[in-house]
């Protein structure tokens, strides 16, 4: 990671956290997480969009004007103004992760947690199901898991909780007994 994404983290968490802090204080996190998620879609799905209000040719009153004509409708006051609030201190280079950290502080105080599990096949309903409900008792929290599918890990599940790794597969595992074989037996012989 550079020292200019590091940067633009602190400085996103830092915005996201007032964010959220107004939100809660008016009691509509909820209604802003879900507002910034259509932001993010909208930009997503328009690049032409976040063009138009990152261009430093474009003035920060035709700026917040595209901004109000597109999502003044669909989100709440505090959103709006949040992004009138990044066009004025121009950062609306930091959006997607301001995003980001909205959405983790929102999930960590509603007890959620997102962990991925990856597979090596596509999982039956009925154990994704199982997967979400053991994850919650372990966990404690709200599971909303996330399955991919990966036939390189031959079978077994691979967990991605947060910043940490939990690797069942059999190719972990197989790559662990391989390891094991070539740096010599149990006697310590090569």
């Known amino acids: ?34 507002d910034l998620l259509f932001i993010f879609e909208t930009a997503g799905t328009n690049p032409d969009l976040l063009n138009a209000l990152s261009n430093p040719v474009v003035s920060i009153s035709d700026k917040k004007e595209i901004a109000d004509k597109i999502f003044s409708v669909h989100v ?4 709006l103004d949040f992004i009138y609030l990044l066009i004025d201190k121009n950062r609306l280079n930091i959006l997607s992760e301001v995003i980001n950290q909205y959405s983790y502080r929102f999930n960590e105080f509603n007890n959620i947690v997102k962990p991925i599990v990856i597979s090596a096949i596509e999982l ?22 996330e399955y991919i599918v990966n036939p390189d890990i031959i079978g077994g599940l691979i967990f991605e909780i947060g910043d940490k790794t939990i690797d069942c597969s059999l190719k972990t595992k197989f790559d662990n007994m391989k390891k094991q074989l070539t740096e010599g037996n149990r006697y310590g012989n090569n």
């Open 124 to 145: 039956e309903e009925s154990q994704k199901e199982k997967i979400a409900a053991k994850l919650e008792y372990k966990l404690t929290k709200k599971a909303m898991p």
């Open 1 to 34: 990671m550079k020292i200019g994404d590091i940067k633009n983290i602190k400085t996103a968490r830092k915005y996201s956290n007032a964010l959220f802090e107004s939100a809660v204080e008016d009691k509509i996190q909820d209604k802003v997480y879900n």
């Open 76 to 79: 709440e006051k505090i959103t």
